[in-house]
């Protein structure tokens, strides 16, 4: 039998670390850059959750002597261990990272499931785009709801390059005109968009060219150019978005590396390979073909597809560049760089840890150390509001706008209190019509009985993991015996969703109540809600006090959280009392009892 908290009630920001102002180095705006490579591989020594199969799924290649740079970030920065995407696909991904909002939020997947008289959003890539939506309530993702809006008013020049995925408008060969998705995506707040992919490769815009696939290179190149323009020429600081379409499979890595041409780009033919100012690639040819068989001579392929560790090798390259070009404009230290999976691969579509839990680095020497540690729970919906309170733009800024997620800035700084407080907090996670939420240890997904041949009952299925026949509720304990996360080379703890839902009904319930709490905040038929938070037991909109009681052999506590007050009675006779008022705690953590 095992007991594990779940934190129940958050009481607003201002209790997840200190208020006080963060300036950068020298007193300079601190620039941004966010990379999220396309479908990478959770590589072992970077501890990824337990496998579904320890002995067919753990990813030791790229050797980590093969990827320097990734390392570096990892090294010389933050470590996130509980990091998630908030959806496990990549456009919905891309979604909740640039909005700070779950990607049931989106304005166009709203307009879409109110006009079909869905009660519950439909979280697919095809329903969760960056558009404006007229005639739905807080609708305008692309001119306002989105970082680079935010940025964009607040003195910063904005850019983004490589894979969009976050436009409505159709990719056929008939239609699509690569200028005219740079005019769309500019509406939503960039100020440069460059070597733009606008979805897979596999999709039908790519007949409009005669040779295009992935192309490092040409991304990376125009990632620097952006950089160099903002500080040299506008003399601006930076938000730049980075989406390498590597080392997704609907393009040929190895072809691109083997007999691809850089000078093939979506822009169309360039004269000249794409310029790498800050590059130190040895055997750079007019095709870049010298460098590229660089990538391939690097690492040994003994089975059939390498393109990942192929493609890991290239983004690692393309982030030496970046460093290099921060370096030589003396902006590195200056430079918060987050790097990040967009999902997980290996359980990609579902809502189980191999399919929610990412990679999450954070390179920023101005505010954090080398070889920092966070264990607390953190999730691509956290990635903008974090960013925002490192530029100093709050509420009173212009474009602000609410969202969903919550800032970790002065988290990762905070003392064991505060990160513990972390380690316990609740997250929701979305796929198609299915929900779950992870408070800790704790977690409950809820899989519809008709999922179908996607999601997370089909992931199941294909890897023989023990699913709920007769309901939607799989409850799950991701921790050890002590308390602490499982990871990789661990047993998978969601191997079986049945076991546990026998001897623990009222937690279920809990959960369950906190899950149709997050559908009714996000419901297409209601005003959009970001005020209240679906952490507790009770979530009554009204504005009585809430009590809660927690006993032990010693007292019982009755916490006011909306005032602060706290009511203390001391065990013993009715009289033995006393009341208090005490500054509200940064959460009301409730032990929750596990049986198995």
């Known amino acids: 039998m095992k007991f594990h908290a779940i934190a129940i009630a958050f009481v607003g920001l201002a209790a997840l670390g200190p208020s006080t102002t963060i300036v950068a180095a020298d007193d300079k705006k601190p620039n941004f850059i966010v990379m999220q490579p396309d479908d990478l591989h959770f590589l072992e020594y970077w501890n990824p959750p337990a496998h579904f199969d320890n002995d067919s799924n753990a990813i030791t290649v790229p050797a980590s002597s093969l990827i320097p740079n990734l390392q570096s970030l990892k090294d010389d920065g933050v470590q996130m261990m509980q990091a998630h995407a908030a959806s496990p696909m990549c456009g919905t991904s891309r979604y909740s990272t640039i909005t700070g909002r779950y990607a049931s939020r989106s304005s166009y997947g709203r307009s879409l499931d109110s006009r079909r008289n869905s009660e519950k959003r439909t979280v697919t890539i095809p329903r969760t785009k960056l558009e404006d939506v007229s005639g739905v309530e807080d609708g305008n993702d692309c001119s306002a709801g989105n970082a680079a809006a935010v940025f964009q008013q607040n ?289 409950l997904i809820s899989m519809p009985m008709d999922g179908g041949n996607d999601g997370t009952r089909a992931v199941a299925n294909a890897n023989g993991l023990v699913v709920n026949d007769e309901g939607e509720d799989h409850l799950y304990d991701v921790c050890n015996e002590s308390g602490d996360w499982i990871f990789s080379p661990g047993t998978n703890p969601e191997a079986d969703g049945v076991e546990l839902l026998q001897n623990n009904g009222a937690l279920v319930d809990e959960l369950n109540e906190m899950i149709e709490c997050h559908l009714t905040k996000t419901s297409p038929y209601l005003t959009p809600n970001y005020d209240h938070e679906c952490t507790g037991s009770q979530e009554e909109e009204e504005e009585e006090e809430e009590e809660e009681t927690c006993v032990d052999a010693e007292f019982v506590v009755v916490s006011n959280r909306r005032r602060g007050d706290v009511h203390v009675t001391v065990a013993g006779s009715p009289g033995d009392s006393f009341a208090t008022t005490m500054p509200p705690p940064a959460a009301q953590v409730v032990p929750i009892r596990l049986h198995e």
């Open 155 to 443: 003195g910063y020049r904005t850019g983004v390059v490589g894979k969009w995925h976050l436009s409505e408008s159709d990719r056929n060969a008939n239609t699509f005109i690569y200028t005219d998705l740079q005019d769309e995506v500019r509406q939503c707040g960039f100020d440069y968009a460059e070597a733009l992919y606008p979805e897979n490769l596999s999709s039908g815009w790519t007949s409009q060219y005669e040779n295009v696939n992935h192309n490092m290179e040409h991304v990376a190149s125009r990632a620097i150019q952006f950089m160099d323009e903002s500080i040299n020429d506008f003399e601006e600081p930076f938000f730049l978005y980075v989406n390498p379409t590597v080392p997704h499979g609907s393009g040929d890595v190895e072809e691109a590396l083997t007999s691809g041409d850089c000078r093939d780009t979506v822009e169309g033919p360039l004269d000249n390979p794409p310029e790498i100012w800050y590059s130190s690639i040895n055997g750079y040819t007019d095709d870049c073909g010298g460098y590229r068989q660089s990538v391939l001579d690097r690492y040994e392929c003994n089975v059939n597809n390498c393109d990942k560790e192929y493609g890991t090798i290239w983004i690692d390259d393309a982030i030496g560049w970046i460093l290099n070009a921060l370096t030589d404009m003396d902006q590195l230290d200056n430079t918060f760089f987050l790097f990040q999976m967009d999902h997980g691969e290996e359980g990609k579509g579902s809502l189980f840890e191999q399919g929610s839990r990412i990679v999450q680095f954070v390179h920023y020497p101005a505010m954090y150390n080398s070889n920092t540690i966070f264990g607390g729970m953190v999730s691509t919906i956290n990635v903008v509001p974090t960013m925002l309170e490192i530029a100093d733009i709050d509420e009173s800024s212009n474009g602000w706008y609410k969202m969903d997620g919550k800032s970790w800035a002065h988290a990762i700084l905070g003392d064991s209190e505060t990160q513990a407080e972390w380690k316990e907090r609740c997250l929701f996670f979305e796929n198609g019509l299915e929900r779950a939420v992870k408070c800790g240890c704790t977690k």
